[in-house]
């Protein structure tokens, strides 16, 4: 195995070779990864408050997110393993329509058909997920296999966490693409933690980028918390696909800073001093600590930013906050032309006993991870 591709010390410090960046672009890898962390919290305050079901939160991860949409085409595919909805942001995905899918109402893409914080977005290739463990890496193969088919100029970027490289999926996806040379790059966000297995517990591999010479492709292992490692790395593995080489296997080494979801509780299965380790390898510090450096973040510019962040994000929730609800006709639509006989049955019997029974109230229960 080559050493971990890194670039940026944990203290912004540079040691690998930088990017052919400009400023702006420099600037604009930051200006994604913090209003990913602003999102990320203001959407657990919500939650916390009853004023949205569940949340998957991405505080970490923002690096890896960022660093691996930013070398994407607009008209390149993303599949989603959890925690890319701030990666969607940053290839298109509106944030009225992120928030609207928080908020499950009639502004949702998914018409409320889908639990929160699972996004979709047709205008940047980003298909519908599923909490199901690994089923999008062998949608996504399939579909890669389609573009090269056709003959597209497109790469498909499958995204997976640790605990789906022993998913059934795995196996499949990255056998029949390294036999097919699809278009693709796995992206493996190694986070520390599937739910409350530990990464170090998931695999007797010597890494999980050496998973990758079995399926006759590169494997690459990636400081995740450093947002250019991540860029080259995609970029070099995205090429590759694009000319035609193949897939590759990119993995991502960073830490879930919060729980799973907004269900759990993380102090259960690990200790504190392994959070305050990573929270000292911080991917936006790390970059914060870079662009001072360079002139490119002056004093009080991260609040400035942050702030109109917050306007921004605020100004959106508010909106669809104040939305209708998905009308009560649309759970029997779309699947079938005309309504059928025993869907109508079942939705009248619904209407009549909503009638009878009033609204629907809030639980007390505990959400379901």
């Not at 036999?179 to 530990?198: E, H, L, M, Q, R």
């Not at 959070?275 to 009080?300: I, K, N, S, T």
């Amino acid at each position: 195995m080559t050493a971990k591709l890194q670039i940026l010390e944990k203290d912004g410090a540079v040691v690998g070779e930088l990017p052919q960046l400009s400023d702006a672009e420099l600037l604009e890898l930051y200006q994604h990864m913090l209003r990913i962390r602003v999102l990320d919290g203001r959407m657990l305050k919500l939650q916390r408050a009853g004023r949205i079901g569940f949340v998957g939160t991405s505080t970490g991860l923002e690096a890896s997110l960022v660093g691996a949409a930013a070398a994407l085409r607009p008209s390149d595919w993303m599949w989603s393993g959890l925690r890319e909805g701030g990666a969607a942001l940053v290839r298109g995905l509106p944030l009225s329509e992120y928030v609207a899918q928080m908020y499950c109402n009639s502004n949702d893409t998914a018409k409320g058909r889908q639990m929160c914080n699972h996004f979709q977005h047709k205008g940047s290739n980003y298909p519908s997920w599923s909490s199901v463990i690994g089923t999008q890496i062998t949608h996504g193969v399939g579909a890669a296999y389609a573009s090269k088919l056709r003959g597209e100029d497109v790469v498909h970027s499958i995204h997976m966490g640790d605990g789906a490289t022993s998913s059934n999926g795995f196996h499949s996806g990255l056998n029949f693409a390294g036999v097919w040379k699809v278009p693709a790059v796995f992206v493996c966000v190694d986070n520390g933690w599937a739910i409350s297995v530990c990464s170090r517990d998931q695999t007797a591999a010597e890494s999980y980028a050496a998973k990758a010479e079995a399926y006759g492709m590169p494997g690459i292992e990636v400081d995740g918390n450093d947002v250019l490692a991540v860029r080259e790395a995609m970029t070099a593995a995205v090429a590759r696909a694009r000319s035609g080489e193949g897939p590759s296997l990119v993995v991502l080494e960073t830490y879930r800073m919060l729980g799973h979801s907004s269900s759990d509780d993380p102090s259960k299965y690990r200790e504190d001093a392994e959070v305050a380790h990573w929270q000292e390898r911080c991917p936006l510090e790390r970059y914060e600590a870079f662009l001072a450096a360079r002139g490119l973040l002056g004093a009080g510019e991260k609040e400035a930013l942050e702030q109109r962040l917050m306007a921004e994000i605020d100004a959106v929730i508010h909106e669809q906050e104040g939305a209708e609800p998905m009308p009560l006709r649309s759970l029997v639509e779309d699947v079938y032309e005309e309504v059928p006989r025993h869907l109508r049955l079942q939705f009248n019997a619904f209407l009549e006993v909503a009638e009878r029974r009033g609204e629907a109230t809030r639980g007390d229960g505990a959400f379901p991870l």
